[in-house]
Structure formats: C-alpha cells, structure tokens
C-alpha cells in the first residue's frame, strides 16, 4: 500500500477497533533516522533535502507501515523546552541535548507561556512543514499527525527530572503552576501544526514522566492535563506514547481519552487490555533493544508470530516496539516484523 492508503487504513482500525485486525504503525524520530540514512544528524534536522530522502527511504523500505506520527520534524526533545530559552548542546552523531533552566522552578512558574509562532525552536518547525508539505504532497506524504513532548515531559527538561519529581512533594503548588503552562503550551503547539496540514487525523503526546510518579500523585500533576490536551482535540485521534513500566498508572491512564496507547514491552498485553478496556487500540509490544537492535531477523519473525497469536483475543493491535524505532535497529529486523504482519493478513 502507498504512504496515504496506509494511514487511511490506519484511521479506520482505530476508529472501527475490529477486534481481529493488526498492522504495523512506528514512531521513527531523530535518534534513528540519521543513523539509517547515513546521514550526519545536523545535515538532518538542517538539510531538508537530507530529511526528506531519509523519510522517502524509510517509507520506501517499509511500505504498508503506519508512521505515527509520519513525516514529522521534531529536534529531540528541544522543540518545546527551547520556548523558554533552555541551552541547548548540539551533536553530529545524537539529538540536541537540553540543559535545566537557569532561573530553576521558581523562575519557570513566574514566566510566560511561550508562542510557539516566535519562540524557541518551534518557529523552525512551523516553517519546515510550511516548506515541505507542497514538496511531501507531491510525493504522497503529507503529514497528518502532529505531535507534542507532554507536559510533565517538557517541565522535567526545563528543571532536571529529579528535581520535577521532587517538586512534587516539596513545592507542589509552583509544580502545577509549572505544569498548568506546559500543558498551554502543548495544546497551542499542536494546534500550530495542525493548522499547517491539509487533512490532519489525530494529535501524538509523548510524556514517560507519567509512569515516574504514583496513582495518586497522576490524579493531581499528570491525568486531568493529559485529558484537557485530548479534550482539546475532539475529532481527531489521540495517540499517547509512554513506555515506562509502571503497570499502576494504567488505570488512570484509562481516563485520558486517548484512542491508541505505545507502551513498554515490559507490560503485557492482556493486563493493558484488562486495565484500559475496549476503546483503546494497543500500539506495542515488541522489546525495542534486546529483540529490534540486537536480535537476528529469524528472531523477529518469530517474536512477531507469537505477539500476533497472543493478541487475537486482545486487539486491535498496532504491532510496534515497545516504544519508538531505538537508535542502531537493523532494518532488515523491522523488514521482519513487517513481513509477518503482512503474512497474518494485517494491513489491509
């Protein structure tokens, strides 16, 4: 199936939620597309021409994957954090690293919320795909997703994610004055780029600070943000990515309103299932580094098979790594897991 025909096909699993059906949907970003493309990892985030053959090739070898959210731009995790003037160390060989802010908590609490139209890195972003969306149209891949690092994700790379964490029990009330502005932002950031594309189906968060802190400490710093960035979207797809193992947090995660859910390999299916209920299209669940980088193609396949069997009773199910494409997995190892998704009459 070409790049369009493979995300229409994804919209109708997830909207329908056949209990039978599955194919293949991954999160591909910077840690792995540079690597696989040869390609120098600033020539990619600042060579469109890099980054286009890097998404064309991807989609080239691996026809009739979902890419969630597809031909995105995204630097790392730098986007959202740089809006409030974070250092940012650039590499040739990794994703920008951040540094906490300064000013700490209490100077991020006091300021404003950033535009993502004129602050930061964002504006770069806005204009890639006001670049490259005519180019990506021509070519069938038009971007359709946005996407947005989570609240809890972006305020944990603005102070350090031990401090956020502690700020918890320490200085709960600047925490959630923290966190009430990261999640403007998020909301404001995805709608920024959902404005730039043509026939948008659905937002992606990605926030694996949820799973650092308790079920009770969710229900005030995480679950009612998460569900009004969602609740801000009606219509569209809500797709959450947080594969951090804590199975706990499942439950209210239950209550967000997300439609499709990536988590860690390390939770099974059949307890996500049990804990989120029948509404939510489970986007997993292969072990991302000791299967997908350094297993054999023949050990894929026949991890892949057993995934596909012991999810008959549990789908729809959107065969992934436990997380996103790793930094160093093979091709030829994804090849594999498409291979046997195909062969078990998924993505059609």
């Not at 004129?118 to 490259?132: C, F, K």
Request: net charge negative; hydrophobic share 45%; proline share 9%.
């Amino acid at each position: 199936m070409d790049y369009q025909t493979t995300l229409d096909t994804f919209e109708r699993l997830v909207r329908e939620k056949p209990r039978d059906r599955t194919m293949a949907a991954l999160i591909i970003d910077s840690p792995w597309l540079p690597g696989y493309a040869g390609a120098d990892t600033l020539d990619f985030f600042f060579d469109p021409a890099v980054w286009l053959t890097a998404h064309e090739r991807a989609a080239a070898d691996l026809p009739g994957v979902a890419f969630v959210p597809g031909t995105w731009m995204e630097y790392g995790m730098a986007a959202e954090p740089s809006g409030w003037g974070v250092p940012i160390r650039w590499s040739r060989t990794s994703p920008p690293a951040i540094r906490p802010h300064p000013g700490g908590l209490a100077a991020l609490a006091a300021a404003e919320v950033p535009d993502p139209e004129i602050d930061g890195l964002m504006p770069a972003v806005l204009s890639h795909y006001e670049r490259m969306t005519p180019i990506l149209a021509n070519r069938g891949m038009s971007p359709r997703m946005a996407a947005a690092r989570g609240p809890l994700a972006v305020a944990s790379h603005l102070t350090g994610v031990t401090e956020l964490l502690m700020a918890t029990k320490l200085e709960p009330e600047a925490c959630l004055t923290l966190l009430e502005k990261t999640t403007e932002l998020c909301i404001g950031w995805l709608q920024c780029q959902l404005e730039r594309m043509e026939d948008p189906i659905g937002v992606m968060v990605l926030d694996d600070i949820v799973g650092m802190i308790g079920p009770e400490d969710a229900k005030k710093f995480a679950l009612p943000l998460l569900r009004r960035i969602f609740e801000s979207f009606p219509g569209m797809i809500h797709i959450y990515h947080n594969d951090t193992p804590n199975e706990k947090m499942l439950e209210g995660l239950a209550t967000i309103g997300m439609d499709v859910f990536n988590f860690s390999h390390e939770i099974g299916l059949e307890r996500a299932r049990t804990a989120l209920g029948d509404e939510v299209v489970l986007m997993g669940n292969l072990p991302p580094l000791d299967l997908l980088v350094r297993g054999t193609p023949e050990q894929v396949r026949a991890a892949t098979g057993e995934l596909i069997a012991g999810a008959a009773r549990l789908g729809p199910l959107l065969v992934s790594p436990g997380g996103g494409v790793s930094p160093g997995t093979p091709i030829e190892n994804l090849k594999a897991m498409l291979e046997v998704v195909q062969d078990s009459g998924g993505s059609s």
